[in-house]
């Protein structure tokens, strides 16, 4: 098969879920309480005591900022409380294993794998085809069929595309198009649904390539009759690797002509152990899937997010039913209202009914996550999901900031948006722990809010020389630091064995593009279903405009502090102190927005051997 | 799965295999005996839905006779009652 930049990593293998402990669990529980009480002293301690009456607005400003991101701290707490990881069981074989019969004859069970593809290399199609038809399963007569799921009509009418088609008759699988592409990839799946007939399918996208026994591994759950899916974790094995600084730093000088192998070998001798740019687009998503997703198995409340999944078929059918006779019983309460005569609301009821379709998935940018909402919110059925802490699929990631902030743009706007027309917290059927796991991922999305007043004020102080709060005194210290030191005892439990300090960084660095999804969202903006290149490196000056706030702070940042040093020296700056925090507080922002920057001027390494691979 | 042959759908004459419905169209309304069905699943329900969609594009109305009270209480729990008519 042609080689792609992933073929070096083919030999990467996953990481393994780390293992429970109820121990590491009870600890968690007792420092999140005890961060949680130390939050509400400190807030308290902030709001009654501590506002600088000399600059109210921005004492006011930095506590709201504060105190909306404790509710973070909060729902994180509940979030990682307790783990239940759902019992493996062996494969099933028949119909009756996973639903009654009532009375029809009992058959082998039927599997579908969707490949979802719109415009991907379909050499890069080819990859996951060829895998997924590795896929064991222990019973020959359990069909499993694989279907392509064309989005982009590459059947061989257009010249100008690949033909995509052609690959799937080679590989001997299934090929299924679309002649428009309404509701994107959930209606590609409708579209998908409507043409097959799996008691059970599996959804991968053009680059996921599932390893042998992901159905092995993952089919046994549905004997629960109540699962609805199955999400497996999405591992990214085409992350940049760690780079040495001696490369770093020569690759730097072999730009300016002065590449020079002794230096290179006394920087290794000196700081051998330091590396960087290791997963330089904070790609990889063990913290979402091991952290967040799996412990939301407690609630019931782990959402699916589409590649690497396992499906009911009968649990979306009956979320579109339902919704479609919702639909249709909404429309006929409009025109009741209207008080027409029966023969215009037979025409209208005729018309409506015709133009309302079955819905599988909901036609949405974040098909995945509002699909799983509605089916958790079955109070017919009480669906369970399960999140399989195993990684049974390989997939590719983002290979350039603009792909990146593009698909993370997806995420943050498509969640908003269900925030503001279908929110969670208001919706009925869902438990109380799932409203606070779904209101968590939502409200993660507002963190721009927050960040950007810890962006600006130290920015605020070195130019206003306005303190926030009366003094940096040991009141101030005595409140913020035990919240503070408790605060990161009880996340890196809730974290044991994730490395967290890439999504720290990210987190931060992102409040630019999170802030335009917000308000793009707020003025009412059509969600964009932009499809993630996987494939291609794009230009770097693209990644320009995405890294423009952040060097517009850090230059900012910088002159404050120069400015605040002059007035130092002149001896007549007002708070030595708060310039002392100020600065030390810039300065972790400065590391935070820097790795956006590093990231938007990254290129693939040349030479692989000269960096680290994982 | 339930499978309906929509090419048929206004002439279905004869017997019909056992995973398709017989139906006979008189006066402008198709009926669809459901004799033989015990039990419809969702998927089978979105197909119904679809063969009445198809139907009243043509005009046709369509009704189901002979549904035993499983499935109608399974229409009924899906909000379909006034959907698909049965009898």
Known sequence: ?614 | MLKIRYTELFHLTGDRPLDELAGVCIDGIHYYDFKSLIFLTNTDLASLIDLIKCSLEHGVEVRFVNVNDGIKRKIIAMGLDRILSCD
């Open chain 1, 1 to 614: 098969m042609e080689p792609f930049y992933f073929s070096k990593f083919e030999s990467r293998r996953p990481y393994k879920p780390i293992p429970d402990n109820k121990y590491r669990t009870l600890l968690f529980q007792f420092t999140g309480i005890v961060s949680i009480a130390l939050g509400f002293a400190y807030l308290n301690w902030r709001w009654r005591h501590s506002l600088n009456p000399d600059a109210m607005w921005f004492a006011i400003l930095l506590a709201s900022a504060e105190t909306l991101s404790f509710l973070s701290t909060i729902l994180v707490v509940i979030n990682f409380w307790s783990n239940k990881d759902a019992e493996k069981t062996p494969p099933l074989h028949f119909l009756s294993e996973i639903e009654e019969t009532f009375g029809r004859p009992d058959r082998p069970v039927k599997i579908d794998v969707f490949i979802a593809t719109y415009n991907e290399d379909v050499e890069l199609v080819r990859y996951s085809i060829v895998d997924a038809k590795k896929l064991n399963y222990p019973f020959a007569d359990v069909k499993i069929k694989i279907y392509i799921l064309d989005d982009g009509r590459r059947d061989g009418r257009d010249s100008a595309k690949q033909n995509m088609k052609k690959v799937a008759e080679e590989e001997g699988v299934g090929y299924l198009i679309r002649e428009h592409n309404e509701g994107y990839k959930a209606g590609n799946l409708k579209n998908a649904l409507e043409n097959t007939e799996g008691d059970l399918f599996a959804i991968l996208d053009a680059d996921t390539r599932p390893f042998p026994n992901f159905l092995v591994n993952t089919i046994g759950y549905f004997r629960k009759r109540d699962v609805a899916w199955v999400q497996t974790p999405q591992w990214f094995y085409d992350t940049t690797p760690a780079q040495k600084l001696s490369y770093v730093i020569n690759n730097k000088l072999k730009n300016l002509g002065a590449e020079n192998k002794v230096i290179a070998n006394v920087i290794d001798f000196l700081f051998g152990k330091i590396t960087f740019n290791e997963d330089i687009f904070g790609n990889d998503p063990r913290l979402f899937y091991e952290a967040i997703l799996r412990k939301r198995n407690f609630y019931n409340a782990a959402f699916c997010c589409g590649a690497g999944s396992i499906h009911r078929r009968e649990a979306v059918m009956s979320l579109a039913i339902r919704d479609f006779a919702l639909q249709i019983k909404k429309l006929e309460a409009y025109l009741a209202g209207k008080k027409r005569n029966k023969t215009e609301i037979k025409n209208e009821r005729k018309a409506l009914l015709l133009k309302q379709e079955i819905i599988p998935f909901k036609f949405h940018a974040s098909e995945d996550i509002y699909t799983s909402m509605m089916l958790h919110g079955d109070t017919l059925n009480r669906w369970q999901s399960i999140q399989h802490p195993d990684v049974e699929c390989r997939m590719l990631s983002t290979q350039d900031l603009d792909s990146w902030i593009k698909q993370h743009e997806r995420y943050a706007a498509g969640s908003l948006d269900i925030a503001f027309k279908d929110n969670p917290v208001f919706m009925k059927g869902l438990s109380l722990g799932q409203k606070i796991c779904y209101f968590n991922t939502i409200w993660s999305y507002f963190a721009p809010v927050w960040l950007l007043v810890f962006l600006l004020s130290p920015m605020i102080f070195f130019f206003t020389l306005s303190l926030p709060i009366k003094a940096y005194s040991f009141d101030f210290f005595k409140y913020f630091l035990p919240f503070q030191i408790m605060n990161t005892i009880t996340i890196t439990l809730g974290c044991w064995g994730i490395q967290t300090k890439r999504g720290d960084q990210y987190y931060v660095s992102s409040f630019w593009f999170m802030l335009m999804a917000l308000f793009s969202v707020i003025k009412g903006e059509k969600v964009k279903f932009n499809v993630t290149p996987k494939d291609k490196v794009l230009a770097l000056n693209k990644n320009f405009k995405h890294i423009l706030p952040h060097l517009v702070i850090i230059a900012l940042s910088l002159c404050g502090i120069v400015y605040n040093l002059i007035i130092i020296s002149m001896g007549s700056h007002p708070s030595v102190s708060g310039f002392a925090a100020n600065t030390f507080w810039c300065l972790l922002n400065m590391i935070d927005l820097s790795v956006m920057i590093r990231a938007a001027y990254w290129t693939p390494d040349s030479t692989l051997e000269q960096s680290i691979s994982k």
